[in-house]
């Protein structure tokens, strides 16, 4: 009996790891959730299986739904904030990077964490890829009904509290660099007037690298926060190196070089930007969840 080939699979693969990175906000195990789901494909008999794409999707959301209740836990004794990882890329011309319109951004990211793998997962089926309320009760082990109303409140959890990223990369550049220039000169009146009034800032250190435990909220105390760390934090490294990158198609900037204590600096902070000011900053520091390309 003729078993999936490679091909097969490999025609699915991109859209399985979209789909997986937009339930687990890690692009490493985005990828091993797509493997398990090939290994369990293979096992498979072509003729068990009428619609390929969509029992491949089937396959890959319940992985990833076991691995965000297994991650539960964790994730609620985890030290302070936590962000999703952040794949980091060099930043590039807007020729070089046609494929971030199709990239999950930062801040939607963000605002997914917070979700139950319930709500998250009946949202990234329904509402980003269309799957039938019927085909995502058959994911999440429960009635259509439920389904549908996990997708309701993950809907109205994703609309109120998604911070505002309505800019394009030049934006983000220009405010980028105004950012870093008033944050060096330690001008915190210049600093407020590049961040939105409800500005936010979150740093996740995951417990290896002091961060704020709280998000930081308003201009003012972000301004200030931010300067603290550059004085504080930045100033005392060696061999420090700053350039800009692209982080899910938002600006950001790298941060590498040396501890006083001789271990390495690494952090990466990602904005979002509306109307001409930002309104999110987000450090990621947690050297386990930055991947750089």
């Not at 890329?89 to 939607?108: G, K």
């Not at 890829?129 to 009760?137: G, I, L």
């Not at 900053?281 to 386990?288: D, G, I, L, S």
């Amino acid at each position: 009996m003729p078993s999936p080939s490679v091909t097969d699979f490999e025609a699915h693969r991109s859209h399985l790891t979209a789909v997986a990175y937009r339930m687990l906000g890690n692009r490493a195990e985005a990828e091993d959730a797509v493997q398990e789901t090939w290994l369990r494909y293979a096992q498979q008999r072509d003729e068990d299986i009428r619609d390929v794409r969509g029992w491949l999707t089937t396959v890959t959301a319940r992985i990833c739904l076991d691995q965000l209740n297994s991650a539960r836990v964790r994730r609620n004794t985890y030290p302070g904030e936590w962000l999703p990882a952040f794949v980091v890329e060099p930043d590039a011309d807007p020729a070089d990077h046609a494929e971030l319109a199709d990239q999950v951004s930062i801040a939607l990211l963000v605002v997914l964490e917070r979700l139950t793998p319930e709500q998250r997962v009946a949202f990234v089926l329904h509402d980003a890829f269309a799957v039938p309320f019927d085909e995502v009760a058959a994911v999440l082990d429960s009635t259509p009904a439920a389904a549908r109303q996990h997708a309701s409140r993950a809907r109205k959890a994703v609309a109120e509290g998604q911070v505002r990223h309505t800019a394009g990369l030049p934006e983000q550049r220009r405010l980028l660099s105004a950012f870093l220039a008033a944050a060096q000169d330690g001008d915190m009146r210049t600093l407020a007037a590049v961040l939105a009034p409800d500005v936010v800032a979150i740093g996740d250190g995951g417990g290896v690298v002091r961060a704020a435990l709280r998000p930081v909220l308003g201009a003012e105390k972000v301004a200030r926060f931010i300067i603290g760390l550059v004085t504080h934090r930045l100033a005392g490294a060696t061999d420090l190196k700053v350039e800009p990158v692209v982080v899910n198609g938002s600006a950001a900037l790298l941060m590498s070089g040396r501890n006083p204590d001789g271990s390495q600096l690494l952090v990466v902070a990602a904005i979002t930007v509306d109307n001409g000011r930002i309104t999110g900053v987000f450090n990621q520091q947690n050297p386990e969840k930055l991947v750089l390309s």
